[in-house]
């Protein structure tokens, strides 16, 4: 009888068990490397979802980021994405990196804007874009929204070909400067960013970071109007006397148009009501504003994420 009792309970704990594992619901959060801003970020998202919505359980994946991300929701292999607003369009519009498979992406929200970053130190000599012909750079890692970017801004200025180009990440790109391996990187993050934070802080290295917000115009000529001229003010990276003209761009989350109503809604509720968490995690949260959803987005919204924006009295431009 013992023995039929321990097998009873045994049975009963596994149905249990199968119960609870099919009442959770899972989540990934596609996000970056892990010397970015959408990594920590995302990090955090998927700690607040966890925490707030009963049943949920999400986790921030390592990828090669924005075009990556869209491309894993296309594949089904990835439920939420961080990407930058051109790669979002090239998705949905079956441009570059999509002509031969569009993603229905959809924004849950506008995110913070992303600075370009060129990215050299004072012993280089270099002084412009234009310097940069027939040198080393690191143009970002393959499939990433930084990759698009640079790419548009060297053709843009002129040397596309004439770049020996690296795919590196932001961590990979500073430690081959440190080791002089390359002369220069491109990136497209926050402010500040970890990595390049970590170069300026090296000692016998002053970071120098090159204007570069003059190739606006030509590139938004070719690509749309996706960028803005900006500015990366002056002190945010030890050594950086003055303000640098750069280029933004803002960042989004993406989903999978399939994704329901219902379950966006809660994801933007979540993590609009509990937007303090994700400040004190990194403080471009501080840019999640409800000004910046109304034209921020290139794409269109998900209809759950558009409700919950309407309500706060959003009105979309498009």
């Given at each position: ?28 959060i ?22 707030y ?55 849950l ?19 412009t874009?234009?310097?940069l ?41 500073v ?5 002089r ?28 970071l ?71 995690v ?28 309407e ?8």
């Amino acid at each position: 009888m013992k023995r039929i009792l321990l097998a009873f309970l045994a049975a009963v704990s596994l149905v249990l068990g199968g119960l609870a594992s099919a009442q959770t619901t899972r989540l990934s959060i596609g996000t970056g490397g892990t010397g970015g801003v959408y990594y920590p970020l995302g990090g955090g998202m998927a700690a607040v979802l966890s925490k707030y919505v009963p049943g949920w359980e999400a986790t921030a994946e390592v990828t090669g980021a924005s075009v990556a991300n869209l491309q894993l929701i296309g594949q089904g292999k990835q439920d939420i994405g961080f990407t930058m607003a051109d790669a979002a369009w090239d998705a949905v519009s079956g441009l570059a990196k999509f002509k031969d498979r569009k993603v229905e992406a959809r924004t849950l929200m506008v995110l913070y804007p992303n600075k370009m970053h060129v990215v050299t130190t004072e012993a280089s000599g270099i002084k412009t874009v234009a310097d940069l012909k027939g040198k080393r750079v690191s143009t970002g890692e393959p499939n990433s929204g930084t990759e698009v970017m640079a790419t548009r801004l060297l053709e843009a200025a002129g040397i596309e070909k004439d770049v020996h180009r690296e795919r590196l990440s932001v961590a990979e790109g500073v430690n081959a400067i440190k080791d002089r391996k390359i002369d220069a990187l491109i990136w497209v993050g926050g402010l500040p960013t970890a990595a390049i934070t970590d170069l300026a802080t090296t000692p016998g290295i002053t970071v120098k970071l090159i204007d570069h917000g003059q190739y606006a115009d030509a590139m938004n000529k070719k690509w749309g109007p996706l960028y803005v001229k900006g500015t990366i003010p002056a002190n945010t990276y030890k050594g950086q006397a003055a303000d640098v003209s750069n280029l933004d761009v803002w960042n989004l989350l993406v989903a999978d148009a399939k994704m329901s109503d219902q379950m966006a809604y809660t994801i933007v509720k979540t993590l609009m009501e509990k937007k303090d968490e994700l400040v004190a995690v990194h403080r471009e949260a501080k840019n999640i504003t409800l000004e910046a959803q109304a034209s921020g987005s290139p794409i269109p919204f998900h209809p759950g994420a558009r409700k919950y924006f309407e309500e706060r009295g959003v009105k979309f431009v498009h």
